[in-house]
């Protein structure tokens, strides 16, 4: 990971470990491949709507209803992986951990009942 310094991504690897408190493996791996890092750095932050949120924008969505979002989607994908991150992005984000767990319940009652 020394290389990650010398082509300056350690600010943005050290942003997104601040914004949801580890640094995803993903990051390690996209790394190898310099455009898919810049492509994912660019792409996830902007489509969440990530700098109007954080700098506060007036009209811009609460950032516990994103996380919210990003959490269910998640775990209605089965995505065990994301599922993590977001659940610790949204805590970091300050929701209520019986939210999400709330959510978690009722999104596995929603499963059951489409399987019947």
């Known amino acids: 990971m020394e290389e990650v310094g010398q082509r300056g991504y350690s600010s943005m690897l050290s942003l997104i470990q601040h914004m949801i408190g580890i640094r995803p493996i993903a990051d390690s791996v996209m790394i190898l491949w ?4 810049d492509f994912y750095n660019i792409l996830l932050p902007n489509s969440l709507n990530f700098p ?3 700098l506060g924008v007036p ?11 990003m959490y269910a989607s998640s775990r209605a994908n089965e995505c065990a ?3 993590s ?3 610790s ?3 970091r984000r300050g929701v209520d951990p019986s939210i999400l ?9 929603n499963k059951k009942s489409n399987e019947d």
Do not use: M, Q, W
């Open 34 to 37: 310099p455009p898919s890092f």
């Open 52 to 54: 109007e949120v954080i």
């Open 59 to 69: 009209g811009s969505v609460d950032i516990k209803l994103i996380s919210l979002a």
């Open 81 to 83: 992986y994301c599922t």
């Open 85 to 87: 991150h977001c659940c």
């Open 89 to 91: 992005f949204a805590v």
């Open 101 to 109: 767990r709330n959510l978690l319940t009722e999104v596995s009652n």
